[in-house]
């Protein structure tokens, strides 16, 4: 089926340091999401992104967070500076439209430091 | 506040009997209610999927029974296989949203 790839699987990061996410989604598709899984906790939603713009964050997704995707490439979320707490396993996900069957990728683990 | 509570925590059946996983919501604007499933080292995929309008919805061996008025759903998988054995995640969307409130999981373990 359709495939999200996330580069890389895990990331390990100094504290105050910036990361970067990637992820590649499904091709065509025109929707895209980020969401935060703390180890033993539930997926927690974070942002959506549709046509160059965030359309929905949570209150997850701190000012120190930002996400792009210039000219169709990776769809990326950045942290500048990390936290300690920003610890855990990030899901990236994409959709064709609204209402529509979303597909995730297998998620970055990132681990401050 | 948890808006989606999931349990249990994990499960273990017997092959060939029926697993039930539960789940509860909060908010009555949610309109789509879909189960995930995760194998280790693997995205999460949607299994099934249901919205308010039906009370029940089958799929093969799988099938959610809704209850609107107890804010409640529930996913059975008749005649469990070891394949089955994963980790499934239920979740719900509010309405005019595109994100989903997901449950902590259940980590399912089918016996041969």
């Known amino acids: 089926g359709p495939k999200v790839l996330q580069i890389p699987s895990h990331q390990i990061i100094d504290m105050g340091q910036m990361v970067t996410l990637n992820c590649d989604p499904v091709s065509n598709h025109l929707y895209f999401y980020w969401y935060k899984q703390i180890l033993g906790q539930q997926m927690e939603f974070l942002v959506n992104f549709y046509n160059g713009k965030v359309m929905e964050k949570s209150k997850l997704f701190k000012d120190q967070f930002s996400v792009e995707r210039p000219d169709g490439s990776y769809f990326t979320l950045k942290i500048q500076p990390t936290a300690l707490e920003d610890s855990a396993v990030y899901f990236c996900?994409?959709?064709?439209?609204?209402?529509?069957?979303?597909?995730f990728g297998k998620g970055t683990r990132l681990t401050v430091v | 506040q948890q808006q989606v509570r999931q349990s249990p925590q994990s499960l273990t059946v017997w092959e060939g009997e029926t697993a039930i996983l539960n789940c509860s919501y909060e908010?009555?604007?949610?309109?789509?209610f879909p189960w995930y499933h995760q194998f280790p080292g693997e995205s999460p995929a949607l299994l099934i999927a249901?919205?308010?309008?039906?009370n029940k919805k089958e799929d093969g061996r799988f099938t959610i029974f809704f209850n609107k008025r107890e804010k409640k759903f529930s996913l059975h998988i008749a005649d469990s296989q070891p394949g089955d054995s994963a980790t499934y995640f239920c979740?719900?969307?509010?309405?005019?949203?595109?994100?989903?409130?997901f449950g902590k999981g259940t980590s399912l373990t089918v016996i041969p």
């Open positions: 996900a994409s959709s064709s439209g609204q209402n529509t069957e979303v597909f």
């Open positions: 249901i919205r308010p309008v039906s």
């Open positions: 979740a719900a969307r509010p309405t005019g949203y595109q994100n989903f409130y």
């Open positions: 908010d009555s604007t949610f309109d789509y």
